[in-house]
Each structure stands twice: as structure tokens, then as C-alpha cells.
T-cell receptor, first 118, second 114 residues
Framework: AQTVTQSQPEMSVQEAETVTLSCTYD???????LFWYKQPPSRQMILVIR??????QNATENRFSVNFQKAAKSFSLKISDSQLGDAAMYFC???????????????FGKGTKLSVKP | DTGVSQDPRHKITKRGQNVTFRCDPI?????LYWYRQTLGQGPEFLTY????????KSRLLSDRFSAERPKGSFSTLEIQRTEQGDSAMYLC????????????FGPGTRLLVL
């Protein structure tokens, strides 16, 4: 069974600084997707960034980028120029690739709570 | 695109009562997922629908739980004879059938069983 591990329960960053959140996963499959979701306090979960395992190039979305190391099964999120609005729980998630109608549910880590200091 | 909506946002009930939650997915999405999130944990998969067909159920979904999506649009999740251990956030997500199948989440229904 696939598992996702986030080893940092809490992280803190100074506003305008850079922070990296760690995620490792375990799978025997070669094709899959990885995601980072953000869940602000009392607000809904939103997608931050997505990485397809077959793509070697790391995904980027504005101030958010990932370091995807497939062999090491590592998928870290880097947030540059941190803003107060980045404060939230961040969840790393895995989803197997869909072939012939498999369910495609997400498997989440336990999350990392990010605080941003002004 | 109005996003995924869920109703109610909060529910307080007494142990043994039945509760029902509703999820309205993004209109063009034919896949719909239910997850449960307890305090300090990531969401855990409960069940999923493709159109009106319920294609997968997690072992977390005991026989007190039932989900429907009668017309392939909105979905309901019912919990019968609620227990204190059912207290959690119930999240709904939807996705299209093609492409990366990115799931978009609703705001959740927070259930407290007294």
C-alpha cells in the first residue's frame, strides 16, 4: 500500500524568507501524481501544485516550486518570498495514475503547520 | 464554475441520531469523492462515485455509513446511529474524468457528536 510521510509537524518562516516543507512517499508504482494542498484555518483545502511522476522537470507555480526526487521518493515544497497569507496546514498527497477506471483517491500525509512571522 | 459546495457547514448531534450531509460538485465533474479528516490528521478516503455509480468504498466506511449520488450530480452521505468517534470534518471533492484528475475540495462539514 502506498504511504505518505510528512516528518515536520510544524514549521515557521519569517515573512519574505524561503521555507521548504518535506514529504516522502512509498510506492511500488512507476506512474503516479503528487500534490501539495494548502488548508488555511477554517477554510477549504486548495491545490498548490501538482507533479506528474513521468515528468523530470520540477513543477513551479509562482512562488511555489517542488523538488521531486523520484528515486529517493521525495517531494518537497519550496515557498519563496513567504507571505502572511501562506500560513496554513500543508498536505502532501499521492495518487496513482488512472488506468481503466481505478478510483484515483488521494493518499495524504499528516500535514505540516506553517506559521509566518511578520 | 462555482466550486464544490457542502451543506451544512457545521452539525452538532447527539449520539445515536442520524445525520445527512450534502455535496454539490463542480458542474462538469463526473467524479465525486468523500473523505474524513480528524484533528491533526490528513484526510482519509471514504468512497467515490463516477457519475451515479459508487465504485469504491474504504474499509473506514462502516455499515452505518451510506452514500448516494442518485442523478450523477449532488451526493449525500448519511451516518446512522452516530457515535462520538464519528466526530470529524467530512470533505467532498470532485474531479473530471480526463486529464490529471485534479480533485477540488469543498469547505467541509464539521460534525460533532455529543
Amino acid at each position: 500500500a502506498q504511504t505518505v510521510t510528512q516528518s515536520q509537524p510544524e514549521m515557521s518562516v519569517q515573512e519574505a524568507e524561503t521555507v521548504t516543507l518535506s514529504c516522502t512517499y512509498d510506492t511500488s508504482e512507476s506512474d503516479y501524481y503528487l500534490f501539495w494542498y494548502k488548508q488555511p484555518p477554517s477554510r477549504q483545502m486548495i491545490l498548490v501544485i501538482r507533479q506528474e511522476a513521468y515528468k523530470q522537470q520540477n513543477a513551479t507555480e509562482n512562488r511555489f516550486s517542488v523538488n521531486f526526487q523520484k528515486a529517493a521518493k521525495s517531494f518537497s515544497l519550496k515557498i519563496s518570498d513567504s507571505q502572511l497569507g501562506d500560513a496554513a496546514m500543508y498536505f502532501c498527497a499521492y495518487r496513482r495514475h488512472i488506468y481503466g477506471g481505478s478510483q484515483g483517491n488521494l493518499i495524504f500525509g499528516k500535514g505540516t503547520k506553517l506559521s509566518v512571522k511578520p | 464554475d462555482t466550486g464544490v459546495s457542502q451543506d451544512p457547514r457545521h452539525k452538532i448531534t447527539k449520539r445515536g441520531q442520524n445525520v445527512t450531509f450534502r455535496c454539490d460538485p463542480i458542474s462538469e465533474h463526473n467524479r465525486l469523492y468523500w473523505y474524513r479528516q480528524t484533528l491533526g490528521q490528513g484526510p482519509e478516503f471514504l468512497t467515490y462515485f463516477q457519475n451515479e455509480a459508487q465504485l469504491e468504498k474504504s474499509r473506514l466506511l462502516s455499515d452505518r455509513f451510506s452514500a448516494e449520488r442518485p442523478k450523477g450530480s449532488f451526493s449525500t452521505l448519511e451516518i446512522q446511529r452516530t457515535e462520538q468517534g464519528d466526530s470529524a470534518m467530512y470533505l467532498c471533492a470532485s474531479s473530471s474524468y480526463t486529464g490529471p484528475l485534479t480533485q477540488y475540495f469543498g469547505p467541509g462539514t464539521r460534525l460533532l457528536v455529543l
